[in-house]
Every structure is written in structure tokens, then in C-alpha cells.
């Protein structure tokens, strides 16, 4: 029999055989982990990059979508504000006392200064959605390129604090 396959039983605590750490994990970036590690900064930014557009995005939808909802509002109040004022105009014809008839142009008054702010905001709401939406074009205009070609970069991008004017 060889020595390879003798069944003596080892007494011995000691490892049959000695590894060493992968260069890759020992701090000097030359091996896998370093480009893993560069690959996972690079997706990162992507990510957050993209994060931010997709947010700028939603938050435009959403905007316009709000404005929709109050536009929505305000028009359905001001129907109910014109009911009111018919109600009270037929009142008056039934000869119901002046004071209720009054009373029921007020509430029609007031529905109708509340439809002057809700029109205000909705309107608002709209230019941000807008303003949202053209950042977002913006951004990616301006830093598409730059995330595109930093992304595509084969060396390693230096700490983003080193970059940072704050």
C-alpha cells in the first residue's frame, strides 16, 4: 500500500495542511473582493442615482394627482354652492323667512371663497408637478452622462466625500 492511502489515525491537532488568506482579503485590493467591492460602489450610485430620478418622477405624478383630486373638490363644492343658492332663491318664493334665505346665501358665499383658495392650490399643485417632472429631466440631462460614464469606469472611483464641496 502507499503512504496516500494508509489508514493510520492521526493524533495530531494540527492542521494536515497550512492555507494562507486570499490576497483579496488582506487589504491590498488586488483580487476579487476588491472588484466586487468596486462593482457594489459603483451599483450603489447607480442605484441611488436612479433612485432619485424615480423619485422626482413620482413625487410629480403624485402632485398632479392632488391637483386633480382638489380640482375635483372645488368643482363639486361649487355646485353644491349654486344648489344652495337655488334652494334659498325657492325658499324666498315660499315666502320662508328672510333671515333662513339669508342664511343660506351665506353658506353659498363662503363655499364659493373656499373654491378661490382650493382653485389657488390645485393650481399650484400643478405648476410643482410640473417643476418636479422637469428636475427630474433636468437631473437626468445633466448627470446621465456623467453617472453613465463613472459607472463604465474600469478603475476604481475614490471616496465620494473626496468629491463633496459641503
Request: with cysteine; hydrophobic share 45%; proline share 2%.
Amino acid at each position: 500500500m502507499s503512504d496516500s492511502t494508509s489508514s493510520e489515525q492521526v493524533t495530531s491537532s494540527q492542521p494536515l495542511t497550512e492555507s494562507t488568506a486570499p490576497t483579496d482579503r488582506d487589504g491590498t485590493g488586488g483580487g476579487v473582493g476588491s472588484a466586487l467591492a468596486t462593482a457594489g460602489r459603483a451599483l450603489t450610485e447607480a442605484v441611488r442615482y436612479g433612485i432619485v430620478i424615480a423619485q422626482l418622477v413620482e413625487t410629480g405624478v403624485k402632485l398632479a394627482l392632488v391637483s386633480d383630486v382638489v380640482t375635483s373638490a372645488y368643482k363639486y363644492v361649487e355646485k353644491c354652492a349654486a344648489s344652495v343658492d337655488r334652494l334659498a332663491d325657492q325658499a324666498a318664493a315660499l315666502a320662508v323667512d328672510r333671515d333662513t334665505v339669508a342664511e343660506h346665501h351665506d353658506a353659498a358665499t363662503v363655499m364659493r371663497s373656499v373654491l378661490e383658495e382650493a382653485e389657488a392650490m390645485a393650481a399650484d399643485l400643478a405648476d410643482l408637478s410640473v417643476s418636479f417632472k422637469a428636475a427630474a429631466a433636468e437631473h437626468e440631462a445633466d448627470y446621465g452622462s456623467v453617472a453613465e460614464a463613472a459607472n463604465a469606469m474600469p478603475v476604481e472611483m475614490a471616496d465620494r466625500t473626496f468629491y463633496s464641496n459641503r
